[in-house]
């Protein structure tokens, strides 16, 4: 659809939406709802005002599926469980992405803004680690979202910034102020990741490199990515070697807790989450197909530590068990569990079959929407991540406006390479 047939509302909305979703994400509490509810407010008087949509892709059709699919089928079990109705709540949140991601298939998305609001959101989170962990005495920062939320959201700003150095050299004469903004983005990311100390966040690590490398290696570079894979190597080392690291710290604390779990002792961080999940799968094993009602799971529980079967540990999370594919199909069933790995796997293929794109801003907006996936895949493994307005707020919106912007450079990339065969 033509930029101008857009009503400037419509526009307005969209570009201060995506701007203040991603800038205000760590600055401020609740930071990434105002963008939210700017991009809602655009999608209503965007569909009120537009009732032709642009052409339909299949891969637009599957998307609203999987998302009308993770509010209806675990809404549906959750009543036919007798669950917790308010998990609803956060279920009803990819229902409400759908309009937005109508508006945003059609309402060109402004690269410069998105980018702007990237780097200004994580850039702004690391005074604020800086000052929780300095002057207030936190052991770890947390900024206005949680510890495990902060660490695992600044991880992925910073691994956009990473994608955004390759689109940068696109902006001609603004080139360096971008790939500028770009470090000084990647620094402040890493820094803020690093006063969060989740270790759950470092999981996601190995397999966005190898996206990244899927999507940017080739024989021309692969020596200079190796020099600079091996000089990040050399720079974490350093920091782990450092007197007080916070890396080392968690480390070591993360073997002190596997070592104490074996020594039987499961009142730690990872000994809890290991005997919340043994407890989780040995009773999957009667019902694993509808899954759980909350009271009689909690049952099971308590008769399973009483025949000493597990640790007490195992009652105090039943409610919550720090694993977001457990979480979903011990209390929503099987259904539950696989509409979430379809929230999952539907943009993961979108993104992934645009890896190796002949544009390179189609790529690099690729390789940031893979990386969204595959990062909450791992953080998904230690925490209910969707389970937290912040969780999936974060993710459904940033793959619906990754998913406008790569389908409008996509579309832009075409028409350009459909002028130079016609002129």
């Not at 963008?35 to 599957?62: F, I, K, M, Q």
């Not at 955004?164 to 902006?171: F, R, V």
Request: glycine letters at 8%; a positive charge.
């Amino acid at each position: 659809m033509p930029h101008d047939s857009i009503p400037l509302p419509v526009r307005l909305l969209t570009s201060w939406g995506v701007f203040v979703f991603f800038a205000a994400m760590f600055a401020i509490p609740s930071g990434y709802s105002y963008g939210a509810v700017l991009l809602l407010v655009g999608s209503a008087y965007y569909l009120a005002t537009n009732p032709r949509l642009t052409p339909w892709e299949s891969a637009d059709h599957t998307l609203i599926a999987a998302l009308v699919a993770y509010f209806a089928v675990p809404s549906l079990m959750t009543w036919w469980l007798g669950n917790n109705p308010t998990d609803v709540d956060q279920y009803f949140r990819a229902l409400l992405a759908v309009p937005i991601f109508l508006m945003l298939r059609s309402c060109p998305i402004r690269l410069p803004i998105l980018w702007a609001g990237i780097v200004l959101g994580v850039v702004l989170s690391a005074p604020l680690a800086w000052w929780q962990v300095e002057f207030q005495g936190w052991e770890r920062a947390a900024g206005f979202l949680n510890i495990i939320h902060f660490s695992n959201l600044t991880l992925v700003f910073t691994i956009f910034c990473v994608g955004g150095l390759y689109w940068a050299p696109t902006q001609g004469r603004h080139a360096r102020h971008w790939q500028l903004a770009f470090a000084l983005g990647i620094v402040c990311g890493l820094y803020s990741v690093i006063l969060g100390g989740s270790r759950g966040s470092w999981v996601a690590l190995p397999p966005v490199v190898l996206v990244f490398l899927a999507a940017f290696l080739s024989r021309r570079n692969a020596l200079r990515l190796m020099l600079i894979a091996l000089a990040a190597a050399v720079v974490i080392a350093g920091i782990f070697a450092m007197p007080d690291s916070p890396l080392r710290a968690r480390y070591e604390r993360g073997v002190q807790d596997i070592t104490l779990y074996q020594q039987s002792n499961t009142d730690t961080s990872i000994g809890a989450r290991f005997e919340m999940w043994r407890g989780a799968l040995t009773n999957l094993q009667q019902h694993p197909l509808m899954g759980w009602n909350l009271r009689d799971y909690t049952q099971a529980l308590q008769g399973q530590i009483e025949a000493g079967k597990l640790t007490p540990i195992a009652l105090e999370f039943n409610d919550n068990l720090h694993n977001n594919y457990l979480q979903a199909w011990v209390f929503t069933g099987l259904p539950g569990l696989l509409a979430l790995l379809a929230l999952y796997a539907v943009p993961l293929c979108h993104f992934g079959r645009r890896l190796r794109d002949s544009d390179l801003t189609v790529k690099v907006l690729a390789f940031c929407g893979t990386s969204v996936v595959v990062s909450y895949l791992c953080f998904c493994l230690t925490q209910v991540v969707l389970r937290r307005n912040n969780g999936i707020m974060f993710y459904l919106l940033a793959v619906i406006i990754l998913w406008g912007a790569m389908r409008q450079a996509r579309m832009a990339a075409e028409a350009g390479h459909q002028s130079d065969k016609t002129a």
